[in-house]
């Protein structure tokens, strides 16, 4: 029931993929794996930054077709950096995500991707949205999506724990990553992790040697 | 399009135990665990048939896929490994009836579409775990099959260790059935654990509301 990214199902370029977002104590951590790939057979990118800045304080990771993801930010960003002209403030994190919300309802028979939306701002601090395929928005703890989450359902329902400090909720995210990106073909390359606080959107990278490891590695 | 059909759903698909079976290797033994749950198509044809047969007295196979085909390989290499155990003149290795279950697998591998894991214990080799998908025969310290496999790979790679307890793999085969079962729809029920050692295999059954609960429950 959950949208399947399946680089299979995808036309052209596909950022068959692994995404997820995950609310701490203080911030959130969205983060994502580097592949993009055509079918599961050939690798475009080993280093695609699948993290989208949408605004200071709020980034949207992408999965499903590269070329639907990046017109729909690409829209998305105007009208939030319009949207907080207007409004005299930065856009809420709801307001990002119902944005990209809008667009993939009203065209979701073109489109082929869904989005993870996290943020911080001002009045309700942390959050954590979900665009899905046909244009479901949906608010919760901590998501994941992309064609390698189906691997860690399990993983991050006995892992998770709400109000997480910065470090667990780091280690939380890269486990999460690198074990999907070890069992889904169409997921691999580095972690990209973005740590949104009140204060600051910082980008950190796990290289490839640095991925976690697990008892058959 | 909507399809019209005058008759049920279930009357006319197969029925399958879309499933999720587990099994694990410790020192001295096995543990082997399974839900509970037969569908055909939406409906719950069986909510809980124990999905683990017996194929010698400590050597039991878990049953995924078509659960007529499952059933029926199943009954057969118990024939066949009763006979064989009768010729030998002492009980059969798990190396042995998983070799049954393989080169039936292999040779209808087009009619067939049943999976099962094999596990036991023997005094050669002792607690052993078997794969037999699509013909393979593979021995793994741990095997996971079944529908609602695909969600707790993530879980089953970070948290599986060499060297557990036969108290350790028991409760890690119950985390990763209640897991499993909490994101498969075609996944639930009870759980069936056997724990097969040199004594002999024991049975148990963990009830719908005895099965661990995780944060969001």
Same mark, same amino acid.
């Given at each position: 029931e959950h949208p399947k990214m399946s680089g299979s199902q995808v036309k052209g370029v596909s950022t068959g993929?692994?995404?997820?977002?995950?609310?701490?104590?203080g911030g959130v951590i969205i983060g994502s794996d580097s592949r993009a790939s055509i079918g599961g057979d050939y690798v475009v990118s080993k280093v695609v930054?699948? #993290?989208i800045q949408v605004h200071d304080r709020i980034f949207c990771c992408i999965a499903g077709s590269l070329a639907d993801a990046q017109a729909v930010t690409k829209m998305a960003k105007f009208q939030l950096s319009f949207l907080s002209i207007q409004m005299e403030s930065p856009p809420l994190v709801k307001a990002a995500a119902s944005v990209l919300k809008e667009l993939c309802y009203r065209n979701k028979e073109e489109l082929q991707a869904g989005f993870i939306t996290a943020g911080w701002d001002k009045k309700k601090g942390p959050q954590v949205y979900t665009v899905? #395929?046909?244009g479901m928005l949906v608010s919760q703890p901590f998501t994941i999506a992309g064609s390698g989450s189906t691997y860690i359902y399990g993983y991050v329902d006995a892992k998770y724990k709400p109000d997480m400090s910065r470090e667990e909720c780091m280690q939380f995210a890269t486990n999460a990553l690198a074990l999907a990106m070890g069992r889904d073909?169409?997921?691999g390359g580095i972690i990209h992790l973005v740590v949104i606080t009140e204060d600051?959107?910082?980008h950190v990278i796990v290289p490839g040697n640095k991925l976690p490891k697990f008892h058959d590695e | 399009m909507l399809e019209e059909s005058l008759q049920p759903g279930w009357l006319s698909e197969e029925v399958k135990t879309g499933t999720t079976i587990i099994a694990v290797e410790f020192e001295g033994g096995v543990v082997i665990g399974s839900d509970s749950r037969v569908s055909a198509g939406a409906a719950v044809v069986n909510r809980v048939m124990n999905k683990l047969s017996v194929l010698h007295d400590k050597i039991y196979c878990a049953l995924s896929g078509s659960?007529?085909?499952?059933?029926t390989m199943a009954e057969a290499v118990n024939y066949q490994l009763d006979v064989h155990s009768m010729e030998v003149g002492e009980d059969p290795l798990v190396r042995s009836a998983a070799t049954l279950v393989k080169s039936i697998s292999y040779k209808y591998k087009e009619e067939l579409s049943a999976h099962l894991i094999v596990a036991g214990w023997d005094r050669r080799g002792g607690g052993q775990v078997y794969v037999t998908l699509e013909g393979l025969l593979c021995r793994q310290p741990f095997a996971i099959g079944g529908s609602g496999s695909s969600y707790i790979y993530g879980f089953v790679d970070a948290e599986y260790r060499k060297g557990m307890s036969r108290k350790e793999s028991q409760e890690f085969v119950v985390n990763a059935l209640a897991l499993a079962m909490g994101r498969d729809g075609s996944s639930g029920g009870v759980a069936y654990v056997v724990t097969i050692d040199q004594t002999g295999a024991e049975e148990k059954c963990v009830l719908g509301n005895e099965l661990p609960t995780f944060f969001d429950e």
């Open positions: 993929t692994t995404i997820l977002a995950v609310k701490y104590r930054n699948k #993290l899905s #395929l046909g073909n169409v997921s600051k959107a910082e | 659960a007529a085909d499952a059933q």
